[in-house]
Every structure is written in C-alpha cells, then in structure tokens.
C-alpha cells in the first residue's frame, strides 16, 4: 500500500509540474521571467517623424518598469520593425513577430496600416493599441483593441461645438482641408457629422495628396468658397504649408485642427502663419507642468539624454506604453491574450499624472478617455499654450 502511495504521489507530481510547463511554453509572448511586445511602425520613409519618437518613447517606458523589476516578475522586451507606413511592409512585420518573436501583443501605426491588420489581429488574438486614433477601430468594440486616448472623432466634435458654444456661431460655414487617404477621410466623416447635427454648413471640402508642400490651388478654392472657419485634417507639415500659402493669399478664416495636424512641427514650420490656430490636445504637451508629465521628462532625459523636447507622438506612445504595463498588472501572474484584454478592461480611473484625462475600460468600452483640451501656439517661444481644460463633446 505503501508503495501504491509513494507511486500515485510521483504521477500527481509529475502531472501537476508537467501541465505549469506546458502552460508556460503554450504562451505565446510569456515565459517565467518575460513579456515580448512587438512595435509596428514607420521607422523610415514620409512618416518616419512619427513612428521614432513613438518608438522611443515604447522602449523608454517599459526600460523604467523594468529597471523598477518588471511586470509581476518579467521583465517586458519590445521588438521593433519598420513599416514604412505601407500596408505589406506592415502585415509583413506582424507575421514576423507573431510567428518568428511570438509576441503577446502589439503597439501598431498609422489608420491604413491597422485597418489592414485588424482581421489579422483577430485570427491570432493578438491584442493592439494603435498610434492612430480612428474611431472605426474601437465603435464598435473590437475585443482585442484598445484606444486610451480620444479619438479623431472626438477631436473633430470638440471643435465643431467650440465654434457652436463658445465662438456663438449659430450658422458657420465651414470647410474640411484632409489627407486623401484613410486616416483623412476619416476626419472628414466625422466633420461632416458633427455640422450637420450642430446646423452648420461645408462649403468645400479640399483633399491633398500625402506630404503635399502646395496649397496654391486649394487655398484659391477656399477664398471662393468663402468658409468661415477651416479645419484641418491631415500631417503637421502640411498644415504648416498651407498655413504659409494661407498668409501669401490674404487668406484668414479662423483655421482648427485635429491633433495630428496641431502639432510643434506646425508651429516650428509654420511660424507666424500659424499665429490664431486652434488645435485638440489629447495629450499633456513635453512642456507641461502636469505631474506625469514631469515624471516622463525626468525618465526620458535619464535614458535619452540630451535630445531636448519631444513631440506629441512620444507622448501618446508614453501614454500607450503605460496603458499596457497597468493593464498586464491587472491581469496578474497569469498573463495571456484573454486575460490582458480582461486586464485592460479592468482598468477604472487611472491615474496618468494629467498626461491624459483619467482613463477608463470595460467590457463595451475599448476607449481609456474621451477628452480632449483645445491650445493655440506660442509662436514666440515655439509652443502652444491651453485655452481650455479637458473637455469631452456634447452628448446630443
């Protein structure tokens, strides 16, 4: 009998042992002592300005968890691959890292980009948080994808109702200037939404080519169009030139943008044509005095040094970067797909210092925020300045 025992004990061990290896080794991106996150992202080519500083700013956070001891344990390893922002460089790298790295999820790009990758994200459960901030990826909820900051949508709402509410303009005509790809015309729906339910009238809508550096023609457009207030919809740079064209033509509505079109390179490159813009922030600029914000700079320069002040896409990734470390340490030990998607929607009212509005998920919520805060430049100092808190469009 005794022996009996000593044998059935053996096999529970060897079962009960064999089966923790097992389930370690089936995780694809988790071993005992790391996490493997993969980054998706222009690192050369027309966007390569957007998709390094967001680089950067995913290895700089997670090197300072790390440093701090990990994630329950593990230590996080990013790896990194350049799209381009094409779509096959991208779908490309994806299969790179999810068959070759075995990643557990990803930081991905640019609207075109994750719009291709998104049934590839959902065959593998592959969770993503994307740079771009499309509504159409997370209305409706998309299990494995989160957004933490506002999306385009909200932007374009906040400022559509800001010349409703605040500038009291009860019949404005407006006109829309954005990208002529996918992220731009998405900008465009949402406008156009948001005057129709606000009374107003778009007069001209001007699409351009991506990394246009003339305006001419559309500028000329507009003057005949006569719109009141412009928004825009597209690339920094390209704000910045048609801003420029704007001043050579006497042109000056009030012109608002979305926050990729108001970023510091429209201010650095736009300079005093860009004096009156008004633009969404939907998160803290580098020179914040916001708690989070101070904490990232002081991080930053420790791991970077000497680089100066960084722009809104290192910000966002910081805030993307911090969104996953809360969200695997909601999860626990026990780290997979299913449960980082169930620890990113346990988050409640995270407090990020300010960098962005307090951020919140769930189950049928897939967004961390919808607030943004509008600023205008600082032409003189080169940097832009608050005119609003975080505010959130109304709810009609």
């Known amino acids: 009998m005794k022996k009996g025992r000593v044998i059935v004990t053996m096999v529970c061990f060897f079962v009960l042992f064999s089966g923790l290896y097992s389930h370690g080794a089936d995780v694809r991106g988790v071993t005992g002592d790391t996490i493997k996150i993969g980054y998706i992202a222009a690192m050369t080519g027309v966007a390569a300005y957007a998709g390094k500083p967001y680089a950067e700013a995913v290895r700089n956070y997670f090197h300072h968890i790390n440093d701090q001891g990990g994630i329950h344990g593990r230590k996080v390893k990013v790896y990194v691959e350049d799209s381009q922002y094409k779509i096959p460089m991208a779908i490309s790298a994806f299969k790179k890292l999810v068959t070759l790295d075995k990643v557990l999820a990803t930081c991905t790009f640019g609207t075109p980009e994750v719009t291709a990758l998104l049934p590839y994200h959902k065959k593998e459960k592959i969770v993503t948080i994307p740079l771009s901030q499309s509504s159409t990826f997370i209305s409706p909820v998309q299990k494995y994808v989160f957004m933490p900051t506002a999306s385009y949508k909200e932007q374009m709402y906040v400022l559509i109702d800001y010349i409703k509410d605040t500038l009291k303009a009860d019949a404005a005509r407006l006109a829309i200037v954005y990208a002529d790809n996918e992220f731009g015309r998405s900008g465009l729906r949402d406008g156009r939404d948001r005057a129709k339910r606000n009374g107003f009238k778009i007069v001209d809508e001007e699409p351009v080519k991506w990394g246009a550096v003339d305006y001419s023609s559309q500028i000329l457009r507009l003057k005949r169009a006569k719109p009141e207030y412009v928004l825009f919809h597209m690339l920094a740079s390209m704000s910045a030139s048609c801003l420029k064209d704007a001043k050579k033509f006497d042109f000056n509505p009030q012109f608002m943008a979305t926050s ?137």
Do not use: C
């Not at 780290?335 to 919140?360: A, H, M, Q, Y």
């Not at 600082?378 to 832009?384: A, C, H, I, P, S």
């Open 260 to 396: 990729v079109p108001f970023e510091l390179t429209t201010v650095l490159q736009g300079g005093t044509a860009t004096r009156g813009l008004i633009g969404t922030v939907h998160v803290s600029p580098w020179d914040s005095n916001a708690p989070g914000v101070v904490k990232m700079r002081e991080i930053t320069e420790k791991l970077s040094p000497g680089k100066g002040a960084r722009r809104g896409n290192y910000l966002l990734g910081w805030a993307i970067a911090m969104t996953y470390a809360k969200g695997m340490e909601m999860a626990g030990r026990n780290l997979n797909s299913e449960s980082l998607v169930e620890g990113i929607e346990k988050i409640k009212n995270f407090d990020t210092g300010d960098l962005t509005p307090p951020l919140s998920f769930g189950p049928n919520r897939h967004q961390g925020t919808y607030g943004v805060a509008l600023y205008m430049p600082n032409v003189e100092q080169k940097t832009y300045f608050p005119i609003t808190g975080w505010i959130e469009p109304k709810k009609n």
